[in-house]
């Protein structure tokens, strides 16, 4: 298959580099040295080459291998028998694979003797997050056993009103929330570990990480203003803030650029995640310094 | 000296051989699972080795029920699915007890009339203390492409790496579509000279019109939404079409503003009842067939 030729090919590459890195060493050779450089030079031209035979010999030894293996001992009077193993062998390889890659829908289970054991990923741009799992008992009425969803999520609210009549709909909607606050969470989480030397003050954050409040800088050493931000996300399906509030702290009344300023802050914090807002901060900050350097 | 570069031609020509030797000997798939491994490497990682075709069937029909029910609970159907692992571990890495893994994902399936191809690369890197998770590229592939609304939904998973969502979106996606559908079809049972589905039930508009005043109608548009947070959305406007003289009668602007009575209507009511009052009001003279 073309992935097995590319890796094939690449192995060769690899080996190649360390050819023609030997066909440079060997052209310093024959520059002009003294016999004893020379010796030393070909002794340890003579090693490498010795490594790179023994690896070039286990890997046709590991092809060879791969190439018995797969036409396997077969005996004339078992064909037919091994033929339909074989079909259902495939046939249950890529069934296991399928039930592997369930978990990538970001809701997966397992059947238990009771019922079902669900598992729910979180992931935000990309970055693959806390895994919850809840324990379903499949009875009349369907419940919930244990789970580790944390408390502040509305969990009771949510299966009282989905569990018993549209179970996907309950789940996925779990799966909103769960992935909302994973989110949320990690761009809090970001924010202190990142941005710290923005920060005048400690951030303020609730468990469920939708009620966010710090002062900040937009540069870290410079001598701007200290404005203080209020996120309030009340949308608990939402990883963006629904209400923001910023202030230049301890003033009220903003002369027309200044209120310019803070209202555009107020929009970035509104339609960008929070630590690519203070990402942006970082890079214009460092377009100042590059220009205040050359 | 000479036996040197005697051992150093040796070795040249011994390592010629050797790669023509590879060339022609192809690698033996390592790390990809769909039946491509030898029948000893089922065996051993599987610690029981299958007695019978039996024995196998009925492990595959665990498995395959195993896979109905995640369909069932999830809405999604996966047909197939393909890995590939890369180590790009360097020694360097390795030193410092780094491991650095290129996962290749391949896989296909649908949700009810959606069929879907993804393709993705998760980036692990994992040292001492943690191990860090990352989808490093999305490529989504969607049939069929006429719900318009999906093909920017789409690019911004795509953009985004967003693998959940796209899966949670989409099933939430075909829930609407499935709630509409059923919601049209029920109006048009109950009212069937009134209501007109000019593209069938899986359209996203529905007429009304009244027999008694022939050329007044009323389109309801029901749009399924998706926004830039991957939320699912059902959008529902009224379009009027009345004749001209109707509208010059119309001094208290009713027609005017019946679309936005229509959606404050929804807010208050909801889809269902809203449409059923509307339907009502426009055919007050029809002879509705009673509920079952």
Known sequence: ?294 | MDARRVELSALQAEIAALRRACEETPAPAENATRGQKSFQEIYQSDSEGWESSKDLRSHLGHLESEILFLSTLTGIKIRNYSKKTKDLTSTEMTEKSIKKVLQRHRLSGNCHMITFQLEFQILEIQNKKSLSSVITDLNIIMEPTEYSELSEFVSRAEERRDLFMFFRSLRFFVEWCEYRKRTFKHFKEKYPEAVHLAEGAASSCMGVRSASQPGFEVVIVWRIQIDDEGKVLPKLDLLTQVPQRVLELDKNRVIETAPLGFRNLLGVLGIEATLESLIKLLCTEEHARSRH
Request: a positive charge.
């Open chain 1, 1 to 294: 298959t073309a992935g097995t030729l590319v890796r094939g090919l690449s192995v060769l590459a690899h080996l190649e580099r360390l050819e023609t890195r030997m066909h440079r060493s060997r052209k310093k050779l024959e520059e002009p040295q003294t016999v004893q450089a020379e010796e030393s030079a070909l002794v340890t031209e003579i090693q490498k080459l010795r490594r790179l035979r023994d690896k070039l010999r286990a890997e046709v030894k590991r092809r060879q291998a791969g190439v018995k293996a797969s036409t396997a001992n077969v005996e004339p009077d078992q064909t037919w028998e091994i033929t339909e193993q074989e079909v259902l062998e495939r046939k249950w390889e890529n069934l296991k694979a399928v039930l592997q890659a369930y978990r990538f829908t970001g809701l997966s289970g397992k059947l238990t003797s009771r019922g079902v054991c669900v598992c729910i990923s979180t992931a935000f741009e990309g970055n693959l997050l806390d895994s919850y799992f809840m324990d379903l008992i499949v009875q009349k009425p369907l419940r919930i056993h244990r789970h580790s969803v944390p408390v502040f999520i509305p969990l009771e609210e949510l299966s009282a009103k989905y569990l018993e009549t549209n179970i996907q709909h309950f789940l996925f909607t779990l799966c909103e929330y769960l992935n909302a606050y994973s989110g949320r969470k990690y761009q809090a989480d970001r924010l202190q570990s990142d941005f710290a030397a923005f920060l005048a003050g400690p951030l303020q954050r609730n468990s469920l990480c939708n009620l966010l409040s710090f002062t900040y800088k937009v540069e870290p050493r410079g001598q701007s203003f200290p404005l203080c931000a209020r996120l309030l996300y009340k949308d608990l399906t939402r990883t963006l803030p629904t209400d923001v509030t910023v202030t230049y702290q301890g003033m009220d009344a903003l002369s027309t650029s200044w209120e310019e300023q803070r209202a555009s802050q107020e929009n970035l914090f509104r339609t960008k995640p929070l630590h690519h807002v203070f990402t942006s901060f970082a890079r214009k900050g460092e377009m100042l310094d590059m220009s205040l350097v050359s």
